[in-house]
């Protein structure tokens, strides 16, 4: 029988297990990438394994998120990674030379390989043809270390493509429509493999655009063949012999099919506060805006800041509108300053922030309260932008222009003549901010700045599990909602302790308060929890405030990896109404769990306060069992390599 493109992908890199949905695989990883505020942990994570030096072909740490400097935490942070990454045989990406994704798209995905980012971001690359996953840092520790990574086989979505975008309509529009269709939770357990006549029309960065939005989906990654459109693009990147062809065999069978026919699509937009929250730009057209952010890892190519600044040419941004260009890296702002196109940005009178994530995590550049901003962003969830009452749009380049020279929420096709744009042979090739390790590893010195503090420890899993419930939760909540970012709180995170002090922060103010004066206990949720991010701090500062497991409808994958990584145990209700008898404060005891775990009987918590009994799943492997007996996967691989 013939492969799709993830089975020959999955199938050359198999350690082991059956690529048969459900079950659990383990794969080889052949790169990791780390930004700087999931990289932190990571490292610290890697250098407690003692292992001398990274065993990937190619190990990357980028410095992109915690650009703001108005303490000394970020800057002592960077330092610390640029030592420790040259000491450990890992790229160092400096700050200024771009957003993780958008760099590593660059100059090092390889298509056909696999990478594993600490960020959920990573399946970007999936857009060269890599099987590209992101994780939590420990996850990616363990990869460095030359582990393979552990994940249930997800089921093979097949997205058809046929046609071809009409003008102003874009890959933007294309991902916001699968958004739509599908929601936040619809791409759990699956990969998206883009496929048919309309792929070969779509560019490289284009096809970025939408793997980058397919973490949006929920899904564990997003790919596309590898083509001519592919070799194009490394040729330009002067790094053409890295291309192979890759394609799914005729025979090839999915679990799924999706089709969209590009020619029929227009314009669209995601409303507040969620990225599936969908509709066409037109249905909402004139609504008055009060700020446009371009940029972030979905939508800062040349081929959209190139597009912007045509549009923005000979025109002027609206007199109350505040737009802000954050160019997705440097290569990019280096060709856009070289060609003319950022003195046109500038005399439009945009404002031009510097080449990291910034809007997109609330690293400056919050709205006014209130305020409408529409972005070419991925993540639009409520307080992400720092103003908590804001309204975050997320739309194309095109779409957000022509709503910041109009002042108000516009549809680009009503702008004026179509755009096209002309590449150069070759983009601006530079590595020398990219530092290569060092060759004498003996002599570096790690720089340990005192906002790194050492890792918490866990005990390992008690026979009974017993205490209240802290917080009882809805659907969908984020890792935002769970552990903010922002300019405030991102500077904390190699500080565990510190940054504990915000976990819930925006949900429940006094949940903190509580957890530490009930010495920890239980969190409830509704469905797909812990959606968005990878970051792990979302589960480690939740079990550095011993919260001792999550009871919900659904998890989001990351993030039950992530509990799993931490010794919390993440459970199901096995029937989704119980949510109803379980409320916060209620005393709860889950007993004798360590055996039943191993031994394979039901879970069933009893509800004290209410004294009502609850079925709940965990569907555990034999090895995430392990893992939370010993107290999370630190432990557990200390345990190993001692035995
Ligand atoms: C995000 O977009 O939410 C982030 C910030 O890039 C996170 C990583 C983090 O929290 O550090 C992500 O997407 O994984
Ligand atoms: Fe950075 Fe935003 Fe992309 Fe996350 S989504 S990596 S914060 S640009």
């Not at 020959?8 to 700087?36: F, P, R, Y």
């Not at 970020?74 to 030592?83: A, I, K, P, T």
């Not at 506060?273 to 371009?294: A, R, T």
């Not at 500077?491 to 949940?511: G, M, W, Y």
Request: proline share 5%.
């Amino acid at each position: 029988m013939g492969k799709n493109l993830v089975q020959k992908i999955l199938t050359s890199h198999l350690v082991s297990g059956k690529l048969q949905s459900g079950e659990e695989i383990a794969i080889s990883i052949d790169q990791t990438l780390t930004q700087d505020a999931t990289g932190t942990m990571a490292y610290l994570q890697f250098e407690a394994m003692g292992i001398p030096r990274v065993k990937t072909k190619l190990s990357v740490s980028y410095v992109d998120h915690n650009m703001l400097q108005t303490g000394f935490e970020n800057f002592d942070d960077h330092l610390f990674l640029q030592s420790v990454v040259e000491k450990y045989g890992i790229y160092f990406s400096k700050p200024g030379n771009g957003i993780c994704h958008q760099v590593h798209l660059e100059r090092f995905a390889v298509p056909g390989e696999t990478l594993l980012g600490s960020d959920s971001h990573t399946p970007t690359c999936g857009g060269l043809g890599m099987i590209a996953i992101g994780a939590g840092g420990l996850d990616v520790a363990i990869a460095m270390a030359g582990g393979p990574f552990y994940v249930s086989m997800p089921k093979i979505v097949l997205v058809k493509l046929s046609g071809t975008l009409q003008s102003w309509v874009t890959a933007k529009d294309v991902i916001l429509e699968l958004l739509r269709r599908v929601t936040v939770k619809g791409g759990v357990g699956k990969i998206f493999e883009y496929g048919g006549d309309g792929v070969k029309t779509l560019t490289v960065t284009e096809r970025a655009t939408i793997t980058n939005m397919g973490a949006e989906l929920g899904a564990l990654t997003s790919v596309f063949p590898s083509d001519t459109q592919t070799k194009k693009y490394l040729k330009m990147q002067g790094r053409e012999k890295v291309w192979t062809p890759l394609k799914a065999d005729a025979s090839a069978k999915y679990d799924e099919i999706i089709e969209i026919d590009l020619s029929s699509l227009e314009p669209m937009i995601a409303k507040p506060h969620s990225p599936d929250n969908v509709c066409k730009v037109g249905e909402i057209k004139g609504i008055k805006v009060q700020q446009v952010c371009i940029g972030s890892c979905t939508n800062s190519s040349y081929h959209d800041l190139m597009v912007a600044a045509a549009m923005l040419k000979g025109r002027k941004v609206h007199q109350d509108v505040s737009l802000t260009i954050s160019p997705g890296s440097r290569q990019v702002l280096e060709m856009i300053a070289k060609n003319g196109a950022l003195t046109d940005m500038i005399a439009a009178g945009a404002r031009l922030i510097e080449v990291a994530c910034g809007p997109c995590i609330g690293m400056g550049q919050a709205p006014p309260s209130g305020g409408v901003s529409v972005r070419s962003f991925n993540r639009n969830f409520e307080g992400r932008s720092g103003t908590a009452d804001a309204e975050v749009y997320l739309v194309s380049p095109e779409t957000a222009i022509a709503s910041a020279v109009n002042g108000v929420i516009s549809d680009p096709r009503e702008f004026g003549e179509p755009i096209i744009i002309k590449y150069p042979k070759s983009f601006v090739i530079d590595d020398r901010m990219i530092i290569p390790p060092s060759e004498k590893p003996e002599e570096v010195t790690i720089i340990r700045g005192p906002n790194v503090k050492p890792l918490p420890k866990k005990e390992p899993m008690p026979d009974t599990l017993k205490g209240d419930v802290l917080l009882k939760v809805g659907d969908n909540i984020t890792t935002d909602h769970i552990m903010p970012a922002g300019a405030k709180v991102l500077p904390l995170r190699s500080n565990i302790p510190a940054i504990s002090e915000f976990v819930f922060e925006k949900v429940d103010k006094e949940f903190v308060r509580r957890a530490k004066e009930k010495g920890g206990g239980f969190l409830i949720g509704g469905v797909n929890y812990g959606q968005g991010s990878s970051r792990e701090h979302a589960a480690l500062a939740p079990m550095y405030l011993g919260v001792k497991a999550v009871i919900v409808k659904s998890f989001a994958r990351i993030h039950r990896a992530n509990l799993i990584n931490f010794g919390i145990l993440p459970l199901t209700f096995e029937i989704e109404n119980d949510y109803n008898f379980i409320d916060q404060g209620d005393n709860i005891e889950l007993p004798d769990v360590k055996n039943k775990l191993k031994s394979g009987v039901s879970l069933v918590i009893s509800n004290l306060t209410k004294n009502k009994k609850i079925g709940v799943n965990h569907a555990l492997t034999a090895r995430e069992i392990d893992i939370l007996c010993a107290g999370g996967l630190l432990n557990f691989q200390a345990r190993n390599t001692n035995s």
